[in-house]
């Protein structure tokens, strides 16, 4: 993941330091869209890529995964396809001055592509996942 695209990704450097999440396995846990002159979309993912040094709440806690809600503004969707509960790939590059965010699922394919002018990472939390 090339954080040098975002705009903002202080709350995830805060967290993870040198040793960034890759979010090449995630699960997305909400999408929000909103429409207007600068169209935001709003995804919440969750990853199990743990932070080396764990904030001590996270430790009380007994943290399991992680969840980072990233806000993408201004977008244009080029393909918008995707399956219930996909765990998938997010990758986001740069494509003449925009950022192209790709999420595909890793089972079947499926995928949300779009270009976004912003990127900034809003929200990250811990949370314990029991089986």
């Known amino acids: 993941m090339d954080y040098s695209l975002f ?20 699960e997305i846990e909400k999408m929000v869209i909103i429409p207007g002159k600068d169209a935001e979309i709003r995804i919440c993912v969750d990853t199990t890529e743990l932070p ?11 943290a399991t995964n992680v969840q980072i ?10 393909e918008f396809n995707i399956t219930n509960g996909m765990n998938c790939c997010m990758t986001i590059s740069d494509n003449n001055g ?13 995928r949300i592509c779009f270009d976004a002018k912003w990127i900034f990472a809003k929200k990250i939390s811990a949370c314990a996942v029991w089986d």
């Open 98 to 110: 925009k950022k192209r965010v790709c999420i595909t699922n890793s089972t079947d394919g499926k």
């Open 69 to 78: 809600w990233i806000a993408f503004i201004s977008i244009e969707f080029i």
């Open 7 to 26: 705009v903002d990704a202080k709350c995830i450097s805060m967290i993870y330091k040198e040793k960034m999440p890759d979010l090449q396995n995630v």
């Open 52 to 62: 080396q040094e764990m904030p001590s709440e996270w430790l009380i806690q007994k």
